[in-house]
């Protein structure tokens, strides 16, 4: 083995190891309460990790949290980094991988989806 | 590899699989698999996260949310509760020592925040027996940048740079073992690896084997780089079976990849490694007795000079060191040797894994930057000692060390300072006291391993040890005199100085040093025959305190000499202490207190 082929795996190692260790900048936290798994809340976090995956972004985490008490808004979840938290309602997997694309890689808030922004602003 | 969401660590050290973390791994596996989440979730077996106590142990990532003492049962609810619903499942949390709250996350959790890890940076963290994890971490990276980039030269310089010292008793500096090796003269070296790991407190060697057993491979690899040795030996125990089926399992994986075999890294430089098992005796853990074990004859130490770094296996210049001291070389190497050195005390660098054990909350294995507090690692860490009891001593270096007492609780634990009380940092066994601890009776358990495990080449340590341990067992029964103490002083003096190898020479330091600490208690023994600490049995006595009694017959019922009785026309119950073994079982069962020990 070369040198740069151990590095070349090493880079392919490390994304499937990447949930522990150091906490990531991007954290999105899907609501998985029982009514928004009812609402298909489990299919979007598959197409979260699905579109993560593809795109190869490896500083995004992806948790749970119980309900976020927003029933009618179901499936919830909350983007949040450095302090900043975006939350979507209504969301179907599409939305999801727009979320992933959007938002965390062009920076830019897919609005349709927003149901409350941060405290700080507006 | 597929992306998971979540990923679920399972300590599955050699504590926790005793205590049952194999099941659980089953049944943790059938419930993702059952509730549609085995592609969502992974299940990773890992090596010992060193609170032991709490075993089975879960660490769910990335929340970090740490679980104890995890049963089968529990695991449909949690899978339940915590991968669904996504709530943490507080029943099985730890809770806080000082506060009861509950703890979620492994970083709240005092144990684990004021520890420092490099030698154990893996350890609980990665699949021991999946090579692809260890590659994750950067692993092998070292050893190719190392035979790629560097010269031997650079390698040696860096670890003298970092200051490192041995981990496995006696703290020689590694760079310069390295360059005494690198310097003598032979054609063929050979690197050595000793996993033998005596001390009966300690367990770091087989943690560092069981959880990352790469990081040791190669270190080795680095070393036979360094000292141009093409040939390693790991010699561990025959009683650690599971550290050495991972390591096995390491080595074979090495080998494929190309980590370990002919010219690594496509340069002209090879090594292999292969294991020793040895039948487990204190005295093969001296590296020459250790030495001449690999070679296949008895494990006797030898005189040194020569030292193995000139005349080793097969006479030809070895590298001799310790699991936890291989454990360091990679990340010197990887983030520098000026790096190493900024951790830890002006002489004494880096970290230093102790096993914790004793009369304390949180026991196991925890790093430590070198000159960390004992009070420290005893209240912050180990969460003080338990039922309300005050700590009375630490023993360290096991049955080379030596006591510390209360009064200096506040010594950095590092080389110097331990010296200068009379303690060793040996290979790292720190076992907490009580006021119910009997300091005679502790130097007493420590001389008849060293009896015990003494090879016999020598009459001082051979006849020594085993008259030492008769005059301390005389003091226990209250059967010695004063000129008695005089004595035993006077041969530990003798052992100490006229003894071949390292056991003989260390055997006396835990009656030294108690004695030193503990004299009135020696004397309390001998001179009142009160064992004040009431833990040896010939000099306490048991009796039944009539006013709280309430005659409810317990004690009598289970006392094994029937020699409990009624006091005739009463409701009260009495022992006869002419018949009394003193087992101690009446003071457990009674439920009023009423028995006594005095
Ligand atoms: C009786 C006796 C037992 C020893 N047991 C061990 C042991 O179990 N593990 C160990 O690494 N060193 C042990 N040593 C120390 C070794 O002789 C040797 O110093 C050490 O392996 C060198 O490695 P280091 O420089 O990395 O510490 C023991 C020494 C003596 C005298
Ligand atoms: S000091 Fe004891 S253990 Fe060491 S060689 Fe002599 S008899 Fe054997
Ligand atoms: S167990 Fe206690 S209370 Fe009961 S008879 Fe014995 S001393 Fe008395």
């Not at chain 2, 049962?73 to 000082?98: W, Y």
């Not at chain 2, 770091?204 to 069981?210: A, T």
């Not at chain 2, 006595?541 to 026309?569: H, Q, W």
């Not at chain 2, 009463?570 to 009023?592: E, L, N, S």
Request: aromatic share 8%; hydrophobic share 35%; proline share 5%.
């Amino acid at each position: 083995m070369k040198l740069s082929e151990l590095q070349e795996w090493r880079e392919r190692a490390a994304r499937g190891i990447s949930v522990r260790g150091e906490q990531k900048d991007w954290r999105i936290v899907v609501s998985m309460g029982t009514s928004g798994i009812a609402a298909g809340a489990r299919e979007v976090m598959r197409a979260l990790m699905d579109e993560i995956e593809r795109q190869e972004l490896e500083n995004v985490e992806v948790a749970l949290t119980g309900s976020l008490g927003m029933d009618d808004v179901e499936p919830v979840l909350r983007v949040e980094r450095a302090g900043e938290t975006i939350v979507y309602g209504n969301l179907d997997p599409d939305a999801a991988r727009r979320i992933v694309t959007e938002h965390i890689r062009q920076g830019r808030k897919v609005e349709r989806y927003v149901i409350g922004l941060p405290k700080e602003k507006e | 590899m597929p992306a998971y969401r979540s990923t679920v660590l399972l300590c599955a050290g050699g504590g926790c699989i005793s205590c049952g973390c194999l099941p659980v791994r089953e049944a943790m596996e059938a419930e993702l698999k059952r509730r549609n989440l085995a592609d969502e979730v992974r299940v990773v077996q890992t090596g010992c996260v060193g609170s032991c106590d709490l075993g089975p142990v879960l660490i769910v990532y990335p929340d970090e949310v740490f679980y104890q003492k995890v049963s089968p049962g529990d695991v449909p609810k949690l899978v339940d509760e915590h991968f669904l619903k996504g709530r943490v499942f507080e029943r099985l949390l730890v809770k806080s020592a000082e506060t009861d709250n509950l703890i979620a996350t492994q970083r709240e959790f005092a144990f684990f925040n004021k520890q420092v890890k490099i030698v154990l940076e893996n350890c609980g963290v990665i699949d021991p027996e999946n090579i692809e994890e260890y590659v994750a971490r950067g692993g092998y990276l070292a050893l190719g940048q190392v035979i790629s980039e560097r010269t031997p030269e650079w390698v040696i310089e860096e670890l003298k740079k970092s200051g490192l010292r041995g981990r496995g008793g006696a703290g020689f500096p590694a760079g310069t073992k390295w360059d005494f090796v690198r310097k003598a003269p032979g054609e063929r070296k050979y690197v050595v690896c000793n996993a033998d790991e005596g001390d009966p407190g300690a367990f770091m060697d087989r943690s560092v084997l069981e959880g990352d057993p790469h990081r040791v491979l190669e270190a080795m690899a680095i070393a036979g780089f360094a000292a141009s040795a093409d040939q390693g030996y790991i010699y561990v125990r025959a009683e650690y079976p599971l550290a050495i089926r991972r390591t096995r399992r390491a080595i074979q994986q090495a080998r494929e990849a190309g980590f370990l075999g002919r010219n690594l890294f496509e340069s002209s430089f090879s090594f292999d490694i292969d294991i020793r098992v040895g039948a487990g005796a204190f005295v093969c853990g001296e590296e020459t007795a250790l030495l001449a074990s690999i070679e296949g004859k008895r494990g006797i130490p030898r005189p040194r000079p020569p030292f193995p770094a000139v005349s080793g296996l097969w006479g030809k210049p070895t590298l001799i060191n310790n699991v936890e001291t291989y454990a360091c070389i990679v990340p010197i190497i990887t983030r520098g040797g000026d790096w190493y050195a900024s951790i830890g005390t002006e002489k004494s660098k880096g970290t230093k894994v102790f096993a914790l054990a004793g009369k304390i909350r949180n026991t196991g294995l925890v790093e430590v930057p070198m000159g960390t507090t004992l009070r420290e690692i005893v209240y912050d860490i180990g969460g003080g000692v338990p039922n309300g009891r005050k700590f009375k001593a630490a023993q360290t270096g096991g049955p080379s060390g030596g006591c510390i007492p209360a009064e200096h609780l506040d010594i950095p634990m590092d080389y110097e300072s331990l010296a200068k009380v009379g303690s060793i940092v040996g290979s790292g066994g720190l076992i907490i006291m009580d006021e119910d601890s009997c300091m005679v009776d502790v130097a007493k358990f420590f001389m008849e391993f060293c009896t015990d495990e003494s090879c016999g080449k020598c009459p001082p340590c051979r006849v020594g040890t085993r008259q030492i341990y008769g005059l301390l067992d005389k003091i226990t029964k209250g059967e010695a005199r004063i000129e008695d103490l005089h004595l035993l002083e006077e041969l530990c003096g003798m052992v100490k100085e006229s003894s071949l190898c390292g056991l003989g020479q260390t055997a006396p330091n835990p009656v030294l040093s108690t004695l030193r600490y503990f004299r009135d208690e020696y004397l309390e023994h001998i001179v009142d025959r009160r064992c004040p600490a009431k833990v040896c049995p010939s000099l306490i006595r048991y009796s039944i305190d009539e006013a709280a009694c309430t005659g409810c017959s317990l004690c009598a019922r289970n006392c094994p000499e029937n020699t409990i009785f009624k006091v005739e026309d009463q409701k009260k119950y009495r022992i006869d202490p002419a018949r009394c073994v003193k087992c101690g079982v009446c003071f457990d069962v009674c439920r009023f207190g009423a028995v006594v020990k005095s």
